[in-house]
């Protein structure tokens, strides 16, 4: 079992910046596979980024494409999103969640939201215009 906590989320004008940080508990943390979701309110939680456990494949949605960025350090059991020009529709509580990718190859990661089994309770980010 892996336990993610989020942070580094808050308040931030249009263009500007943030880096989400998810610590994993555990020390299977480079078996999992970790990606990134966001929900706004009335929508459904909706893929943002994923990396795969050695962080050599990472797969973006098109809407942050170019803007974002995601990576992991094992050794600090942690996996980072870096949000860079900011724009008011990334407003959204961002959750990062984990899979269990060991029976798979080390690059592997998924895009679905029901492939991953471990979530954290989510971080707030909110962008002005």
């Known amino acids: 079992q892996v336990q993610l906590v989020e942070s580094g989320g808050g308040l931030v004008q249009a263009g500007g910046s943030l880096r989400l940080s998810c610590a994993a508990s555990?020390?299977?943390?480079?078996?999992?596979?970790m990606g990134w979701f966001r929900q706004a309110p009335g929508n459904e939680r909706e893929f943002v980024a994923a990396i795969s456990r050695n962080g050599g494949s990472t797969s973006y949605a098109d809407s942050v494409k170019g803007r974002f960025t995601i990576s992991r350090d094992n050794a600090k059991n942690t996996v980072y999103l870096q949000m860079n020009s900011l724009k008011p529709e990334d407003t959204a509580v961002y959750y990062c969640?984990?899979?269990?990718?060991?029976?798979?190859?080390?690059?592997?990661?998924?895009?679905?939201?029901?492939?991953?089994?471990?979530w954290g309770q989510g971080t707030q980010v909110t962008v002005s215009s």
């Open positions: 969640a984990a899979k269990a990718t060991i029976s798979y190859s080390g690059s592997y990661y998924s895009t679905r939201r029901s492939d991953y089994g471990y």
């Open positions: 555990g020390r299977t943390f480079s078996s999992y596979a």
